[in-house]
């Protein structure tokens, strides 16, 4: 018998298999084949979309810079116009406050503080920068008590810090006092 035609030593040459990995092999194939093409589909459509957004993200932050300028610009422009017209601000504000000053409220509120035998002799009101107002005035007053009473009310009807500065006897026998005071005017 044709030894060549039959082989049945199984022992030297044993029947394997192989479908199993054959087809495994191919799907593997065919799913990398898969893969590789969306991998290649995705570089092309993000790509372009990647290259865009660098374009738009350069335009941005080059639009920003020039936005960082032009505020840098307005600002020393805001302060340079504001040490300009500074003074003359400073001036009309000064005059409205004046301007807006009750002077009857202030005489009011002086003559409620004044004691019923003592009067005013002179006043010299002057307005401060920070809208309040410096008074000197001189005070005739019968006794001690009396300019201690007006100093009393005085702080009593808004007048802050009342300051005695100078006193001295009339030929009648009267008290001559130099008071100070700031008045903070209600707005």
């Known amino acids: 018998m044709n030894e060549a035609a039959l082989n049945l030593n199984l022992a030297t040459r044993p029947l394997r298999n192989r479908r199993l990995y054959a087809a495994a092999v191919r799907i593997l194939g065919a799913l990398i084949v898969v893969l590789a093409g969306l991998s290649v589909f995705a570089v092309l459509k993000y790509g372009g979309e990647t290259a865009r957004l660098k374009s738009d993200i350069a335009a941005t932050n080059k639009v920003q810079v020039e936005a960082s300028r032009e505020e840098t610009r307005l600002k020393a422009d805001i302060t340079r116009e504001e040490k300009l017209s500074r003074a003359r601000v400073d001036l009309v504000n000064g005059i409205i406050q004046r ?85 903070e005017r209600p707005l």
């Open 99 to 183: 301007k807006m000053f009750s002077w009857t409220g202030f005489l009011t509120e002086l003559e409620k503080s004044l004691p019923g035998p003592s009067y005013i002799m002179a006043l010299t009101p002057s307005f401060m920068s920070d809208g309040k107002v410096a008074v000197q005035m001189r005070v005739m007053s019968r006794s001690l008590d009396d300019l201690l009473a007006f100093i009393t009310a005085l702080t009593a009807h808004g007048f802050k810090d009342p300051k005695v500065g100078g006193e001295q006897r009339s030929e009648d026998g009267r008290l001559i006092s130099e008071i100070s005071a700031t008045y």
